[in-house]
C-alpha cells in the first residue's frame, strides 16, 4: 500500500512537503512517481526517482521548483515543493511500479500498478 502524506492549503511562494509511505509487503526495488490532477484535467506527471535514487526525471513545470528524493530504509519517498504558485493547486498522487531495476523510473501512469489514495494541495494567490 501507498499513502501520501503533508498536503494542505499555502499561499503562493511557500513550500511544503509530501511524503510517500510503502507498507504492506516485502519490498522488491520499486521506483515511484508523483502525478497531480486538478479539476477537470488529466493526471499529470510530476516527478520520478528510480529505486537508488540516483535517477530522477521531472516535469518541466516544476523543474528547479520540487526536488524528489527517498530513503529506503524508512520506505518514505517524499516531494519537497518550493515556490508554489496557484497553478500547482491538485491532488497530488504518488504511485509506484515493482518490478523495476534499481534504476529505472517512468513518467506515464500506465507503468505505475499501485497508487496511493492521494492528497490536497491547494495554493492561494
Known amino acids: 500500500q501507498l499513502a501520501e502524506i503533508g498536503g494542505g492549503l499555502v499561499q503562493a511562494g511557500d513550500s511544503l512537503r509530501l511524503s510517500c509511505a510503502a507498507s504492506?509487503?516485502?519490498?522488491?526495488?520499486?521506483?515511484v512517481g508523483w502525478f497531480r490532477q486538478s479539476l477537470g484535467k488529466e493526471r499529470e506527471f510530476v516527478a520520478a526517482?528510480?529505486?537508488?535514487?540516483?535517477?530522477?526525471d521531472y516535469a518541466d513545470f516544476v523543474k528547479g521548483r520540487f526536488t524528489v528524493s527517498r530513503d529506503n530504509a524508512k520506505n518514505m519517498v517524499y516531494l519537497q515543493m518550493s515556490s508554489l504558485k496557484p497553478e500547482d493547486t491538485a491532488t497530488y498522487y504518488c504511485?509506484?511500479?515493482?518490478?523495476?531495476?534499481?534504476?529505472?523510473?517512468?513518467?506515464?501512469?500506465?507503468?505505475?500498478?499501485?497508487w496511493g489514495q492521494g492528497t490536497q494541495v491547494t495554493v492561494s494567490a
Open positions: 504511485a509506484a511500479n515493482f518490478a523495476s531495476s534499481g534504476s529505472q523510473y517512468y513518467s506515464r501512469p500506465t507503468d505505475y500498478d499501485h
Open positions: 504492506g509487503r516485502g519490498f522488491s526495488m520499486f521506483a
Open positions: 526517482i528510480s529505486w537508488s535514487g540516483y535517477t530522477t
